[in-house]
């Protein structure tokens, strides 16, 4: 079982605007990999190289997005192609908009654990009842991704996955940063509560997938993804 994050920045600045003292996707790319999401992929424009500078000595692949006119889900498919790229066996991505940079690790650990219960399920975290980010989307999913109109926007393109076929679930993980962005400053956050009970059934240990990895993992980051020809994105 291996669970991709695909980070989707819309444009450069998104992915460097602020989020508590560092760059968005460094921020996320951070949690992502201490929640044991692996391997993490940026989709995102960087033509001056300060994407790239910002993510310098994480384990990270900075891909080239695809054509803007074929809309955000080719960027989501185009994310989840690098992802299978570097790990043939990943077999689920989390779909993680640059804006939600507040998401916790913990959040991460319990949606990777949960897929493992459920791999042909489209996971969507909740706070307080409120869908938000990152969702997890099985690649089982991708073709339907890949069908889906260049005009939706991605919160739409979640519910026509559903609409397709897709089985999914709520799953409320009491972290508020899975609903409000970064608009909203950290400091000013509901309190992260957790869920009332492990969502798998079981204690586990949080980050605990990162935890047991050698100390001697890759870290010179970010990697290039090869630029795709456009047919490729879907």
Known sequence: MTVAAVI??????????DADGSPAVRRIADAAWSGGATPIVV?????????????????????EPAPPE????????RGADVARAEIVETDAVLLWP???????????????????TSPDVLLRPTWDGVPGWPVLMPLTALASLRSIAADRMP?????????????????????P????????????????????????????????????????GPL???????????????
Not at 156 to 175: K, M, P, S, T, Y
Not at 183 to 207: K, N, S
Not at 220 to 234: F, K, N, Q
């Open 8 to 17: 989707l920045a819309a444009s450069p600045e998104s992915a460097l605007a």
């Open 43 to 63: 989709v995102s424009y960087d033509p001056d190289g300060s994407v790239a500078a910002a993510l310098a000595g994480a384990a990270v692949t900075l891909a």
């Open 70 to 77: 074929q809309g955000p889900a080719a960027q989501m498919a």
């Open 98 to 116: 640059a804006r939600m940079t507040w998401v916790g690790p913990e959040t991460v650990t319990s949606m990777i654990e949960l897929h493992g």
């Open 155 to 175: 919160r739409v393109i979640v519910e026509d996955l559903i609409v397709a076929g897709i089985a999914d679930r709520l799953v409320e993980l009491g972290d």
């Open 177 to 216: 940063g899975v609903a409000i962005d970064r608009q909203t400053p950290r400091a000013d956050l509901p309190p992260y509560v957790g869920p009332e009970d492990p969502v798998t059934g079981h204690v586990h240990e949080w980050g605990a997938a990162q935890a047991e990895a050698p100390d001697d």
């Open 220 to 234: 010179e980051g970010p990697a290039l993804a090869p630029y795709a020809p456009a047919g490729d994105t879907g």
